[in-house]
Structures are given as structure tokens and as C-alpha cells.
């Protein structure tokens, strides 16, 4: 049932899901689905926990920043998949098994990596702002490749008044038409340069817990 309204979400969004288009779907009444939830806002619930079991958990024996890497590509992977499910990330009040082993996995790296509380929690903040973010510019893009990108920008700046404009158009030049748009690629380098940044303070909390 959960998968049937998976699909029907992936197909035709969120809001066009309800409990009697999933029965049709399922060739079933409407009021039979309520023997297995009580309404719809647990059938979302359901839903989302079916999300993180595609997600999965960062692997248990990988560094932290293993750990991390592989869990923001997956998260972006997944939502890029289940477009409609970024309005629901996060925002469960009855999370499921999958989704609660999940976030303890999450935080069982960072804690593992010697991570206390407070840093593991603004570290995961920080990520996770991170890949949510950049899944909900990307829904937003009126693209989806690098090349669509180019295509993009190149019909833009013909017309619009670049001289005008010549910050815009030094970015757009450098970045998009001589550098690289693709946005795994772009994911790739923000990515990098948060878990640098993690680490580099990490590393500074710990001096500074050792010259004390």
C-alpha cells in the first residue's frame, strides 16, 4: 500500500494523492485501506519511513566523513527521486523505525568520531541544511544537466543587457559557460568544503580542550 502511494506521489504529486485514488490504484474500496492506517496523515507517516529505508544508514565501520558523504548523496539521490517527499522531510511528528535507526546511525558516526552532543548536533545542522537545500534548488532549477544549463544561460545573456550587468555575467560566463554547471559536480565541491570546515573546527574545540 505504501509503495502504491509512492508511485501515485511520484506520479502525480502529493496533493492529487488521496485515500480513494490509492484504492482505485490498488483495486480496492477506500475504506478498506483504514484497516491499516487510521488516516491519511499515517499514511504520510508510513510513507516517509518507506523514503528512509531507500535512504538508508551511513555504514558503521567508515570514518565520519565517509559516513556523512554517503548519507548526503543518498539523501539527494532519494529526494531527487521522490520530488514531493521534500515537502515532508524532516517535518514527521511519528517517525518510523526506518527513519528513528536512521538519525541514530547519523549521530552514532559523528559521536563515534569523538563528536560531542552539542558538535554532532550542529555538524548533522549544518549538513543537512546543506542537502536539503541544494535538493530543493535543484527541484526548483529550470534544468537538470549541465549542458541544459549552458543552453540556458547562453539564450539569457543574448538577451539581456550584459554590460549592464557585468557581475552577473562574469559569473555566468566563468561558472556556467567555461567551468563546469553540472550540479552533481557542484553538490561534490559544497559538500567537501562543509566537511572541511566541520573538521577544521572539531580540530580547534580539541586543542582547545587539551591546552586546558
Not at 531507500?54 to 565517509?66: H, K, L, M, T
Not at 554517503?70 to 514531493?84: C, N, S
Amino acid at each position: 500500500m505504501l509503495r502504491a502511494a509512492i508511485k501515485l506521489a511520484d506520479k502525480h504529486g502529493l496533493d492529487a494523492l488521496s485515500m480513494r485514488r490509492l484504492g482505485d490504484a490498488l483495486g480496492v474500496e477506500a475504506m478498506s485501506l483504514y484497516n491499516y492506517v487510521s488516516n491519511k496523515e499515517d499514511l504520510l507517516d508510513g510513507m516517509v519511513d518507506v523514503i528512509f529505508t531507500e535512504i538508508g544508514v551511513p555504514p558503521g565501520d567508515a570514518d565520519w566523513r565517509s559516513a556523512m558523504r554517503q548519507r548526503a548523496h543518498a539523501v539527494r539521490d532519494v529526494l531527487g527521486r521522490h520530488r514531493w517527499a521534500l515537502r515532508l522531510f524532516g517535518s514527521r511528528t511519528s517517525p518510523g523505525p526506518a527513519t528513528l535507526a536512521h538519525y541514530d546511525a547519523v549521530f552514532g558516526a559523528l559521536r563515534r568520531a569523538g563528536l560531542s552532543v552539542g558538535q554532532a548536533g550542529d555538524a548533522y545542522g549544518m549538513l543537512n541544511s546543506y542537502t536539503i537545500g541544494f535538493s530543493v534548488q535543484e527541484a526548483l532549477m529550470p534544468f537538470e544537466t549541465g549542458e541544459e544549463a549552458v543552453e540556458l544561460v547562453r539564450d539569457l545573456m543574448g538577451r539581456v543587457p550584459t554590460e549592464r550587468y557585468p557581475y552577473l555575467a562574469e559569473l555566468m560566463t566563468e561558472r556556467v559557460l567555461e567551468g563546469n554547471a553540472d550540479p552533481a559536480t557542484r553538490f561534490d565541491a559544497g559538500l567537501e568544503a562543509i566537511l572541511d570546515a566541520i573538521e577544521h573546527r572539531f580540530d580547534a574545540a580539541s586543542k582547545g580542550r587539551r591546552r586546558t
